[in-house]
């Protein structure tokens, strides 16, 4: 028997938070509430989390600033923010920062309800990779056949630069783990330009939940991957090879490539 | 005096100088020629007199030739020496009637009368004369003027003595005299010896002519000197002896028309010659007329002063010469005065003329016609007062002109200026806005979001919960609908509160057009609205966030759907505007048109005619963006007509260019 999921929301309005602990209640599931960052701090120390949801705009303490305390505690709490309304800065900074993904306030009980339970396979991987981790030498057995140049945004997405400098675009793994399952996708037009952390593509989950695809580099869409719009598994299967889905032209590499991580397959 | 005009007041002065000199050359040349005529006439009577002197002195010698040579004669020596009485009278009357002497007297060597011509029964009485003296003593002959007594006279015979005698008529300025008559008379008296054939004087021959209304002289004198000319009836000329004061022969007539005989000199006259022996010359008021006059003493053989010669010429005629040259002058002098002033008049015009022209010049440079210009007519200062006038004007209306040009480009630059400022100031009011109400919306935004997403989840999770068929799950979708409104509007007004720089991108404006015309496809079909591109694809990659400009091409779009509602044409283009370096995309609907009263509203946030349906946002966030990436919208409109609106864009920005071609 598993244990309870332990879930932490965090907004300085009681109405808010009761409202979102309702939404959520569910078999097996601990909501607790804090009404600000000091109390989250306070409360994530007595209970250990699994998954925080934190507003971002809060007075005294900021969500930024509890996610940064909890992420150097405890780096595999999943925290999901909650902002007003998203802009591309927050939604950046709080990903770079550790957040594993943003929600724009208001949201409706499924909107929610998909981003958590998107955290709660995210948080299940973090279990999981705990576990391997007490069996070492299993990061060295690498597949040898893994693509060179690889860059990502964390948990999200992939980028390989291609011999004549065109950049290949997929999806991350943990990305797909945390959706299951993908019914269909949402492409951009051909030629279409992008922006490094524009949404870039649109994969509805099988539950029919929208994820948004950030674009880890700027460019101009040169091709998709036609053959996927018949079978998305393969995306699930293969998502570092046939399972690609954008070819971009990129319109300023070096600079987008300081703000990726480096790709390291496990 | 000061209205009286230039013109006049020259002619004025110019003739009073003219006038002025004119009577001074009147006055001194009246006066010069005046005393040139009387002393003229002075010296002619001078000189009248020394003819008259050579009369009388002629007729002396007359008398004295014929006494010498009939003392030489023969007979004499003869018939004195055999005392033959009878023959020498005879022959003594002979020549005195022959010679008209008045008497012709023998006298022997003691002074006693041998013979007298007139009266042969009166001899041997003594003869004391001067003359006779003289001879006895010097033995040559003599002529001489001598009174001879009244006495003496009747001795020498018949009517002398009455011819002498002579009524004193009273004449006014003549010196008193106590007697009423003269008696003695004056006589020219000539005496030679008479030698006999040893040469031994024998006797003294005395011959003479009695002066006293003997008119021989004074009339031989007139007509020698004046050749008897008349000035109105008178003689012009006139002579007389006086015997004393007394006039004893004289041409000057009394006023009956007789001479003048027996009226006297004045005593001013007398004075100076009779009494001082000194000439007389000058006016002299003679009987009865003004004559220039010239006296001169007769003196006897002893120098005794004993009348006087003159001559006098009547002044009258001099007088009215003198008069007809003054008033020829004067005459002259007037007709100079306006002739003068006629060519003072017309040179005076000649001068006045150009300061006319001047002061009219001047009177419209005043009036700012500076382009009038003075003709140049003459060498003289006028004509270089005019050039320079001319020169002077020009110099003004070039100045004028370079001032009013300046000013002319000060005024268009200020109001250039001015239109820069307040398009900058209306800008800068309308970001103001925008960010002063960004602000305020977010604040908003923020604390509704809160309620709304409890209201959300709430309306939701009971949606949730009631079966399909409850009759309350229609009311509480209007909620959750209603919410999702406000949670759209929250969302705009967020947006248009961000301020975050926009990611721009070499983007292909036309692309971001045809990607917004597909989204509204649906709407604007809904809208019977028909759609018209022209799209420029020479139009050249700008940096832009596409994202942002579809906002804005959505937002233009829709409020041109929203002008049409029963249907319409929306023309979208795009261009190049090389010269602006500006990508200008336009969007001309044939709507219902703005209003000129909100045309200058509808980029305020929240303003809006739609009353439900539209939150105001539309366009000034579409502003903000567009500013946000350095371009503008413009927005033309007619009512009825329908609306342009133009985003442009600048298409100079290429740094993603650089970055691009860098690799
Ligand atoms: N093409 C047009 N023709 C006629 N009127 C227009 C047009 N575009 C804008 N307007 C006027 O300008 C107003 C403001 O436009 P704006 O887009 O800012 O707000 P809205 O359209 O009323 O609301 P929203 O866009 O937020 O739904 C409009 O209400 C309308 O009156
Ligand atoms: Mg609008």
Redesign the interface.
Same mark, same amino acid.
């Given at each position: 028997m598993q244990a309870k999921v332990k879930i932490l929301v965090v907004d300085d309005e009681l109405p808010v938070c009761r409202s979102i602990s309702s939404a959520l209640e569910a078999e097996g599931r601990l909501i607790d509430t804090a009404l600000g960052g000091e109390e989250a701090l306070r409360k994530e120390e007595e209970n250990e989390y699994d998954i925080m949801l934190v507003d971002l705009m809060m007075p005294g303490m900021s969500g930024m600033d509890l996610l940064k305390a909890v992420k150097e505690k405890r780096a595999e709490v999943v925290v999901v923010m909650i902002t007003g309304y998203p802009t591309m800065d927050t939604a950046v900074q709080s990903v770079k920062l550790g957040a594993f993904d943003y929600i724009p306030k208001p949201f409706t009980p499924d909107e929610l309800r998909s981003i958590v339970s998107r955290a709660l396979e995210r948080r299940r991987l973090y279990e999981q990779k705990i576990a391997s981790a007490e069996k070492p030498g299993e990061e060295e057995s690498a597949e040898p056949g893994l693509p060179k140049n690889l860059y990502c945004i964390p948990d999200h997405c992939w980028a390989k630069v291609e011999g004549d400098g065109t950049v290949r675009i997929g999806v991350h793994d943990i990305f797909l783990m945390t959706i299951k399952d993908i019914s269909s996708i949402d492409f951009p037009y051909e030629n279409e330009k992008v922006g490094q952390g524009d949404a870039c593509l649109w994969v509805v989950d099988a539950r029919g939940n929208l994820h948004r695809m950030w674009s880890p580099v700027s460019g101009q869409v040169i091709s998709i991957n036609e053959e996927l719009k018949e079978d998305y598994s393969q995306v699930m299967r293969d998502p570092y090879g046939s399972g690609w889905l954008l070819l971009i032209k990129p319109a300023s590499l070096e600079d987008d490539l300081k703000n990726l991580a480096p790709l390291v397959l496990e | 005096m000061r209205h009286i005009s230039i013109r006049t007041r020259l002619v004025l002065s110019f003739s009073i100088v003219i006038l002025v000199g004119v009577l001074l050359s009147a006055f001194v040349g009246i006066r010069l020629i005046g005393n040139t005529i009387i002393r003229q006439a002075q010296g002619k009577v001078r000189l009248d007199l020394n003819s008259a002197w050579e009369v009388y002195k002629g007729q002396s010698e007359n008398i004295k030739d014929v006494v010498r040579l009939t003392a030489v004669r023969f007979f004499m020596k003869d018939a004195v020496s055999k005392n033959d009485r009878e023959r020498l009278w005879r022959e003594l009357q002979k020549i005195r009637e022959s010679e008209s002497l008045d008497i012709l007297t023998l006298i022997d060597g003691e002074g006693r009368v041998l013979v007298r011509a007139r009266r042969p029964d009166l001899f041997g009485d003594p003869l004391d004369n001067d003359i006779i003296e003289y001879v006895l003593i010097n033995e040559r002959e003599i002529v001489s003027t001598q009174i001879i007594t009244e006495e003496q006279l009747q001795k020498e015979g018949g009517d002398l003595a009455s011819q002498a005698r002579m009524k004193l008529i009273p004449t006014p300025k003549a010196k008193p005299r106590p007697e009423a008559e003269e008696t003695s008379g004056m006589m020219i008296i000539a005496a030679a010896p008479v030698y006999d054939y040893h040469g031994d004087l024998i006797g003294i021959l005395l011959g003479g002519k009695l002066l006293n209304r003997d008119y021989e002289i004074v009339d031989r004198v007139k007509d020698i000197v004046y050749r008897g000319e008349t000035y109105q009836g008178k003689d012009i000329g006139t002579a007389t002896i006086f015997q004393g004061d007394l006039r004893i022969a004289t041409n000057v007539l009394r006023e009956d028309g007789s001479r003048a005989i027996g009226t006297r000199v004045s005593e001013e006259v007398y004075d100076q010659v009779i009494g001082q022996g000194a000439p007389w010359i000058g006016r002299a008021f003679v009987v009865n007329d003004w004559y220039i006059t010239a006296y001169e003493p007769i003196k006897s053989l002893q120098g005794e002063i004993i009348g006087m010669l003159y001559v006098g010429m009547l002044e009258a005629p001099y007088l009215d010469l003198r008069n007809r040259v003054l008033f020829i002058f004067l005459g002259i002098a007037l007709l100079s005065v306006i002739l003068l002033s006629i060519i003072a008049y017309f040179t005076t015009a000649k001068v006045v003329r150009p300061v006319r022209q001047l002061l009219f010049a001047t009177e419209k440079v005043a009036d700012g016609n500076l382009s009038h210009r003075l003709p140049i007519q003459s060498r003289d200062e006028m004509g270089q007062l005019a050039a320079s006038f001319n020169r002077m004007t020009e110099e003004l209306q070039k100045a004028t002109e370079g001032y009013h040009m300046l000013t002319r480009t000060l005024e268009d630059k200020v109001r250039e200026k001015t239109e820069e400022l307040k398009a900058t100031q209306d800008q800068l009011i309308q970001s103001e806005k925008l960010t002063s109400l960004g602000k305020l919306a977010?604040g908003i935004? !923020?604390e509704i %979001?809160?309620? @709304? &997403? /409890? =209201?959300? =989840?709430?309306s !939701?999770?009971i949606a *949730?919960k009631l079966k399909s068929d409850d009759r309350f799950k229609e009311n509480l979708e209007l909620i959750t609908d209603e919410?999702a409104r406000c /949670?759209t509007i929250?969302?705009g007004l @967020? *947006?248009f509160s961000?301020q &975050?720089q926009p *990611?721009k991108?070499? &983007? +292909?404006v036309n692309?971001v057009v045809d990607?917004t015309l597909l989204l509204l496809r649906s709407e604007a079909l809904a809208h019977k609205v028909r759609i018209h591109k022209a799209l420029d694809s020479a139009l050249p990659d700008i940096m832009i +966030? #596409? %994202?942002k400009i579809e906002q804005v091409f959505t937002n233009v779009i829709l409020n041109a759907l929203e002008a049409m509602p029963t249907g319409g044409d929306l023309f979208i283009s795009s261009r190049i505007l090389s010269e602006d370096q500006l990508v200008a995309v336009s969007f001309r609907d044939s709507g219902c048109g703005i209003s000129q009263e909100n045309i200058g509203k509808i980029f305020d946030p929240f303003f809006t005619t739609k009353e439900r349906t539209g939150t105001g946002l539309g366009l000034s966030v579409s502003y903000g963006i567009v500013q946000q990436h350095g371009g503008r919208i413009e927005v033309q409109s007619q009512m009825e007509k329908g609306t342009t609106v133009t985003i442009l864009l600048p298409a100079n920005n290429t740094r #993603?260019q650089n /970055?691009?071609t860098g690799?």
């Amino acid at each position: 028997m598993q244990a309870k999921v332990k879930i932490l929301v965090v907004d300085d309005e009681l109405p808010v938070c009761r409202s979102i602990s309702s939404a959520l209640e569910a078999e097996g599931r601990l909501i607790d509430t804090a009404l600000g960052g000091e109390e989250a701090l306070r409360k994530e120390e007595e209970n250990e989390y699994d998954i925080m949801l934190v507003d971002l705009m809060m007075p005294g303490m900021s969500g930024m600033d509890l996610l940064k305390a909890v992420k150097e505690k405890r780096a595999e709490v999943v925290v999901v923010m909650i902002t007003g309304y998203p802009t591309m800065d927050t939604a950046v900074q709080s990903v770079k920062l550790g957040a594993f993904d943003y929600i724009p306030k208001p949201f409706t009980p499924d909107e929610l309800r998909s981003i958590v339970s998107r955290a709660l396979e995210r948080r299940r991987l973090y279990e999981q990779k705990i576990a391997s981790a007490e069996k070492p030498g299993e990061e060295e057995s690498a597949e040898p056949g893994l693509p060179k140049n690889l860059y990502c945004i964390p948990d999200h997405c992939w980028a390989k630069v291609e011999g004549d400098g065109t950049v290949r675009i997929g999806v991350h793994d943990i990305f797909l783990m945390t959706i299951k399952d993908i019914s269909s996708i949402d492409f951009p037009y051909e030629n279409e330009k992008v922006g490094q952390g524009d949404a870039c593509l649109w994969v509805v989950d099988a539950r029919g939940n929208l994820h948004r695809m950030w674009s880890p580099v700027s460019g101009q869409v040169i091709s998709i991957n036609e053959e996927l719009k018949e079978d998305y598994s393969q995306v699930m299967r293969d998502p570092y090879g046939s399972g690609w889905l954008l070819l971009i032209k990129p319109a300023s590499l070096e600079d987008d490539l300081k703000n990726l991580a480096p790709l390291v397959l496990e | 005096m000061r209205h009286i005009s230039i013109r006049t007041r020259l002619v004025l002065s110019f003739s009073i100088v003219i006038l002025v000199g004119v009577l001074l050359s009147a006055f001194v040349g009246i006066r010069l020629i005046g005393n040139t005529i009387i002393r003229q006439a002075q010296g002619k009577v001078r000189l009248d007199l020394n003819s008259a002197w050579e009369v009388y002195k002629g007729q002396s010698e007359n008398i004295k030739d014929v006494v010498r040579l009939t003392a030489v004669r023969f007979f004499m020596k003869d018939a004195v020496s055999k005392n033959d009485r009878e023959r020498l009278w005879r022959e003594l009357q002979k020549i005195r009637e022959s010679e008209s002497l008045d008497i012709l007297t023998l006298i022997d060597g003691e002074g006693r009368v041998l013979v007298r011509a007139r009266r042969p029964d009166l001899f041997g009485d003594p003869l004391d004369n001067d003359i006779i003296e003289y001879v006895l003593i010097n033995e040559r002959e003599i002529v001489s003027t001598q009174i001879i007594t009244e006495e003496q006279l009747q001795k020498e015979g018949g009517d002398l003595a009455s011819q002498a005698r002579m009524k004193l008529i009273p004449t006014p300025k003549a010196k008193p005299r106590p007697e009423a008559e003269e008696t003695s008379g004056m006589m020219i008296i000539a005496a030679a010896p008479v030698y006999d054939y040893h040469g031994d004087l024998i006797g003294i021959l005395l011959g003479g002519k009695l002066l006293n209304r003997d008119y021989e002289i004074v009339d031989r004198v007139k007509d020698i000197v004046y050749r008897g000319e008349t000035y109105q009836g008178k003689d012009i000329g006139t002579a007389t002896i006086f015997q004393g004061d007394l006039r004893i022969a004289t041409n000057v007539l009394r006023e009956d028309g007789s001479r003048a005989i027996g009226t006297r000199v004045s005593e001013e006259v007398y004075d100076q010659v009779i009494g001082q022996g000194a000439p007389w010359i000058g006016r002299a008021f003679v009987v009865n007329d003004w004559y220039i006059t010239a006296y001169e003493p007769i003196k006897s053989l002893q120098g005794e002063i004993i009348g006087m010669l003159y001559v006098g010429m009547l002044e009258a005629p001099y007088l009215d010469l003198r008069n007809r040259v003054l008033f020829i002058f004067l005459g002259i002098a007037l007709l100079s005065v306006i002739l003068l002033s006629i060519i003072a008049y017309f040179t005076t015009a000649k001068v006045v003329r150009p300061v006319r022209q001047l002061l009219f010049a001047t009177e419209k440079v005043a009036d700012g016609n500076l382009s009038h210009r003075l003709p140049i007519q003459s060498r003289d200062e006028m004509g270089q007062l005019a050039a320079s006038f001319n020169r002077m004007t020009e110099e003004l209306q070039k100045a004028t002109e370079g001032y009013h040009m300046l000013t002319r480009t000060l005024e268009d630059k200020v109001r250039e200026k001015t239109e820069e400022l307040k398009a900058t100031q209306d800008q800068l009011i309308q970001s103001e806005k925008l960010t002063s109400l960004g602000k305020l919306a977010a604040g908003i935004a !923020h604390e509704i %979001n809160n309620p @709304l &997403t /409890s =209201i959300l =989840i709430n309306s !939701h999770l009971i949606a *949730e919960k009631l079966k399909s068929d409850d009759r309350f799950k229609e009311n509480l979708e209007l909620i959750t609908d209603e919410t999702a409104r406000c /949670s759209t509007i929250v969302k705009g007004l @967020l *947006e248009f509160s961000r301020q &975050t720089q926009p *990611e721009k991108r070499l &983007t +292909d404006v036309n692309k971001v057009v045809d990607k917004t015309l597909l989204l509204l496809r649906s709407e604007a079909l809904a809208h019977k609205v028909r759609i018209h591109k022209a799209l420029d694809s020479a139009l050249p990659d700008i940096m832009i +966030d #596409g %994202n942002k400009i579809e906002q804005v091409f959505t937002n233009v779009i829709l409020n041109a759907l929203e002008a049409m509602p029963t249907g319409g044409d929306l023309f979208i283009s795009s261009r190049i505007l090389s010269e602006d370096q500006l990508v200008a995309v336009s969007f001309r609907d044939s709507g219902c048109g703005i209003s000129q009263e909100n045309i200058g509203k509808i980029f305020d946030p929240f303003f809006t005619t739609k009353e439900r349906t539209g939150t105001g946002l539309g366009l000034s966030v579409s502003y903000g963006i567009v500013q946000q990436h350095g371009g503008r919208i413009e927005v033309q409109s007619q009512m009825e007509k329908g609306t342009t609106v133009t985003i442009l864009l600048p298409a100079n920005n290429t740094r #993603g260019q650089n /970055s691009k071609t860098g690799r």
